[in-house]
C-alpha cells in the first residue's frame, strides 16, 4: 500500500468516512500498535502480554510494542489508554483489579471501567493460593483454623499491597471461614515472599505463579487455592471449596481492551486473531508454564466480570473496612 493509501485508510477509520467500518477491518493495521502494560517489566501479565504481542506481530505483519507504564494502581497506564484515538493503535493490557478494584476504592477515578473503554476480552486467568511457611503445624485448611482459633490475635498473612487482589482474597477467606487474622501489606509480592520463606509473616495469599516455584523447592508450603478449579501447576493443592466451603472462588485474570469508540470491525478483527493465537498449543503451553490458564476472549463475559466482581469487591472492602492508601 502507498503512502497516501495509508493515510487515506486511517482517515476513514478515525473519521468515519465513505469506506465505513468495513474498510477499516479489512486494512487494520497500517502501522505498528501500542500495547500499554500498567505494570513494571518481569511479572506473569509482561510475560503474557509479550507471547501475545509477538504472535499478533507476526499475525499482522506490523510491530506490537510492549509499552511498560507501570505506578498508581495501575491507573497510570489505564488512563493512557482511555484517553487515546480510539482507532485501534492503542490496547491496554491489564489485569482485572485495574477494572474490578480500583472502582471499588478509589475516589474520582479518572476514567470509567466499562464506559471508557471498549473490551476485546479476557486473555487469561490464575489462581492465588493460602501459603504458609513450613513452621506452621497446619497442612489443611481446617488444621489452620483450629490453630488460628485456639490462638487468636497470633496469626497474621501478607498481601502484595493494601487493596490488591490477595488482600481481598485474604479478607474473604477469613470471613468466610470464620476466623481473625492479621493483615501484613507489602509493597509487592517479591517483598512478602521473601517474609514468609523467612519467617517473618506465617501466612500469605500471593499468585500461584509466584508461589509454585517456592512450593517445589520446599520453602512454603500451599494449603489451598481460591478458585473453583485446582492449579495445572499444583494439582495436589486443593481449593477452598472443596475444602468444605462450596462457592468459594477468587483469582486474578489479563484483559484486553481498546479505548471507548473503537470501531467494532476493528476490535472483532483483534478478538478473532487472539483466539487463533490462545488456541495456538505453543501459546498455551508457555502461559500454562507460568501457570496462567488461556481464556477465550468474549466482550459480553468481560462486562459481566467486571460488575460481578465490582459488586462482590464492593462488599468485602464494606465488611473488612479495606481502603486505599
Not at 475516589?107 to 504458609?132: M, R
Not at 512450593?215 to 512454603?220: F, N
Amino acid at each position: 500500500m502507498s503512502a497516501s493509501g495509508v493515510v487515506r485508510v486511517i482517515l476513514v477509520c478515525v473519521l468515519g468516512l465513505s469506506l465505513g467500518e468495513s474498510a477499516c477491518a479489512q486494512d487494520y493495521p497500517v502501522k505498528a500498535i501500542r500495547l500499554v502494560l500498567p505494570f513494571p517489566p518481569g511479572g506473569f501479565t509482561d510475560v503474557t502480554a509479550r507471547v501475545l504481542a509477538q504472535q499478533l506481530s507476526e499475525r499482522f505483519g506490523q510491530p506490537v510494542i510492549v509499552d511498560n507504564k507501570p505506578g498508581g494502581g495501575t491507573v497510570i497506564g489505564a488512563e493512557i489508554v482511555a484517553r487515546a484515538q480510539p482507532d485501534g493503535y492503542t490496547l491496554l493490557y491489564t489485569g482485572g483489579s485495574t477494572f474490578t478494584v480500583n472502582p471499588v476504592l478509589i475516589k474520582n477515578l479518572p476514567y470509567d471501567p466499562l464506559k471508557s473503554f471498549t473490551a476485546v476480552g479476557v486473555l487469561g486467568k490464575t489462581s492465588i493460593a493460602l501459603l504458609a511457611n513450613p513452621s506452621v503445624p497446619a497442612n489443611s485448611i481446617k488444621e489452620l483454623i483450629a490453630l488460628v482459633l485456639a490462638k487468636p490475635g497470633q496469626y497474621a498473612y501478607g498481601s502484595f499491597g493494601n487493596g490488591t487482589t490477595s488482600h481481598f482474597a485474604g479478607e474473604m477467606f477469613a470471613s468466610t471461614v470464620g476466623v481473625k487474622l492479621l493483615h501484613v501489606p507489602y509493597k509487592g509480592s517479591a517483598f512478602s515472599m521473601n517474609d514468609l520463606i523467612g519467617g517473618q509473616i506465617p501466612l500469605s495469599f500471593d499468585t500461584i505463579v509466584v508461589a509454585a516455584p517456592q512450593v517445589r523447592a520446599g520453602k512454603i508450603k500451599a494449603i489451598a487455592v481460591t478458585t473453583q478449579e485446582r492449579s495445572s501447576l499444583l494439582p495436589d493443592v486443593p481449593t477452598v471449596a472443596e475444602s468444605g466451603y462450596p462457592g468459594f472462588d477468587l483469582g486474578t485474570w489479563v484483559g484486553l481492551v481498546a479505548p471507548a469508540g473503537t470501531p467494532d470491525s476493528v476490535v472483532k478483527k483483534l478478538r478473532e486473531e487472539l483466539v487463533k493465537i490462545l488456541a495456538l498449543k505453543g501459546v498455551r503451553e508457555s502461559f500454562q508454564a507460568i501457570g496462567v490458564e488461556p481464556a477465550r476472549p468474549d466482550a459480553e463475559e468481560f462486562v459481566k466480570l467486571v460488575q460481578s466482581e465490582i459488586q462482590r469487591y464492593s462488599q468485602i472492602a464494606k465488611d473488612a473496612n479495606i481502603k486505599a492508601d
